[in-house]
């Protein structure tokens, strides 16, 4: 892959979040001493020694609807665009000020506006604002899919809030927001709801001083593409008629334009997806970001949290990570006090200004395969570092083959291979390749972002492939991870090209980030398939050779593989359960997912 990058180009990997992190601990803090001085001077009731206290009543609450307008007229009707915004806040004295937590979605229009956080935020001094998207809901304009439409169109709810942006209730008085805020807001949502955060937070808004993403996109390429190869076909068309009310007729002939712009007949990256890219505008970000996210989530996938976490820490964002071993949840309603405990000291500290020791808190909480919860002071934690592990047997790598040559083939037996294709793994098939590490005599602990380098040939014009990575232990494959990409994009994601039967090529790319510890006595292994590498071309399986002398895995691990035995020494391998689950291909079922986290 080139190494340059233009100011639209997909960034590539930070090396990996094993090397990114090991010198890097919590980003500074602000100290909450120079926070809390900034807060109002009236006595706060709701404030109990270092964190705050349900003293408010919810029946009691301030509810307010307002128009917060935009500044520009994207759906041509003549009228600045407004966003709708619902606030509920305490019934607190004259004069005392909260601050903001704001859950941003485009699903309103399909469900009540019933957040949680009203409930849990509000009687423990706090408003909250649920907002609808542009072109959702009664907000006027039109979605985007991710775009500055989307974006911009939100962050005006943060410039009122800070007295930039007009705001009028329906009955057409003023909205002043500075009468009771106290200027500080956070951003909080699943999925769609968490990346409209992390997209307003990537502006560097004033006045947002945190986010909380919860199983988020932080690239929308990444979301609809697994490095070149589209999910599904005219998914952005699907996005965009799943969330719009197409008030406007301009609005409606937007989406095909949207569609053509998203270029599925390349599956390339493009300007049209940098700016949907929100890692690229990391260096802007001026607020905290508490991560949280699904290990097993397969609808927002693990490297959205992963690439995220990277870009962060390179900019020195202050930051936390909440990982969790559930799909695609919303982590309030299955965790409860595990996850809003620390949420509430991480809003308390930033928005209120209590010191409440946060900066001395460790860095991540991870669920761990077992269910029980560990922390680390960083994450990744101290000790991981980048191993190459050499695809190669039968000596002198870390993982082997069953077979010792050097050059092994495999044919693709399905446009789409089943995850049932990692059972068995001393078994000879010819739709797969399989390599092993020897039985692990200590735990082994992946924390990041791992890459995969092949070099292989193929006997079509266009191939896609899939790395899995998988623990193997008493009759179970557990996969940790799974990515496909796209040979024709071997030089770069922004171009695709049609490949030559026969001739070698180079390729790498990034596998799903993860945290998993293979426990002393397991298998560490990888399972390379062929897939189809576009869905809007006809199926044609391909006959794909490996070069293993010229292929590795690199990843981030704590501990060491034990050295290599010889490939017929190697014990064998029965399994009879394969999970997780991998992604839907029904595109119904796969936003069902999304729209369902969000809720």
């Known amino acids: 892959m080139t190494s340059t990058r233009p100011a639209f180009a997909r960034p590539r990997p930070l090396a990996l979040a094993g090397a990114c992190a090991l010198g890097a601990a919590l980003a500074p803090f602000t100290t909450a ?25 919810l029946a009691e609450a301030v509810k307010e609807v307002v128009n917060v307008e935009t500044g520009f007229d994207r759906d041509k009707d003549g009228k600045i665009d407004t966003i709708k915004v619902e606030v509920t806040r305490p019934n607190a004295a004259r004069g005392a000020k909260v601050p903001l937590i704001i859950h941003a979605s485009p699903y309103f229009f399909q469900s009540a506006r019933n957040a949680w956080e009203t409930d849990f935020f509000v009687p423990r001094g706090y408003a909250v604002a649920t907002v609808a998207l542009p072109g959702t809901d009664f907000s006027t304009g039109c979605a985007d899919v991710g775009g500055d ?32 805020t106290n200027g500080k807001s956070g951003m909080i949502g699943v999925s769609w709801d968490g990346t409209i955060a992390n997209a307003v937070a990537s502006t560097g808004v004033e006045g947002l001083k945190t986010i909380v993403p919860v199983a988020a996109i932080s690239s929308w390429y990444d979301y609809t593409r ?75 996938k693990t490297r959205h949290f992963g690439e995220w976490w990277n870009e962060l820490a390179k900019y020195g964002v202050e930051r936390r990570l909440f990982l969790h071993q559930k799909q695609h949840v919303e982590p309030y309603y299955e965790f409860g006090a595990t996850y809003s405990t620390p949420l509430l000291q991480w809003f308390d500290y930033y928005l209120q200004g209590i010191d409440n020791g946060l900066p001395n808190e460790p860095q991540a909480i991870i669920q761990r395969e077992d269910m029980t919860w560990s922390t680390d002071a960083v994450w990744p934690p101290a000790g ?128 799903n980030a993860d945290d998993r510890i293979f426990a002393s006595g397991h298998n560490l292994g990888v399972v390379i398939t062929a897939e189809k590498p576009n869905p809007l071309i006809a199926y044609e ?36 359960v394969v999970g997780p689950a991998g992604p839907s291909r029904d595109v119904h079922e796969f936003i069902r997912e999304f729209f369902e986290g969000s809720k």
């Open 541 to 576: 399986p391909v006959t794909a050779t490996v070069d293993t002398k010229k292929s590795w895995i690199t990843m981030p691990l704590a501990g060491s593989l034990p050295s290599r035995a010889a490939a017929r020494e190697m014990v064998p391998l029965a399994t009879t």
């Open 384 to 511: 991981t570092q980048d191993q190459k592990l050499q695809l190669k047997s039968p000596l002198g790598g870390a993982l082997s083959a069953a077979r010792a040559d050097r050059y092994l083939s495999f044919t693709q037996a399905s446009e789409y291979s089943s995850d049932t294709i990692v059972a068995n793994p001393n078994q000879q098939r010819g739709d797969r390749l399989v390599f092993l590490s020897n039985q692990l005599t200590s735990q082994v602990r992946e924390s990041g972002t791992a890459t995969i380098t092949l070099r292989v040939k193929v006997d079509r014009k266009a191939a896609g492939l899939q790395a899995r990575v998988v623990d193997y232990n008493n009759g179970t494959a557990y996969i940790v991870s799974r990515t496909i990409a796209d040979l024709g994009h071997h030089q770069s994601w922004k171009v695709k090209e049609d490949l030559v039967p026969g001739q070698w090529y180079d390729m790498t790319w990034e596998i």
């Open 226 to 300: 697994g490095n070149g190869i589209p999910f599904y076909e005219e998914y952005v068309t699907f996005l965009a008629d799943y969330i719009s009310h197409y008030n406007s007729q301009v609005c409606k002939d937007l989406t095909p334009v949207l569609q053509t712009k998203s270029d599925d007949p390349t599956g390339s990256y493009n300007k049209w997806w940098s700016v949907r890219d929100f890692r690229l505008d990391a260096s802007k970000m001026k607020a905290s970001v508490f991560v949280v996210h699904g290990l097993t989530d397969e609808n927002v």
């Open 33 to 57: 001493a120079a926070a809390a001085s900034e807060t109002s001077s009236f006595a706060r009731p709701w404030v109990a020694g270092n964190q705050t206290v349900p003293v408010f009543s």
């Open 149 to 180: 439409r989307e974006v911009l169109g939100t962050k005006a709810v943060i410039d009122w809030a800070n007295g930039r942006a007009k705001g009028t209730h329906p009955d057409g008085s003023a909205a002043d927001a500075t009468q009771w």
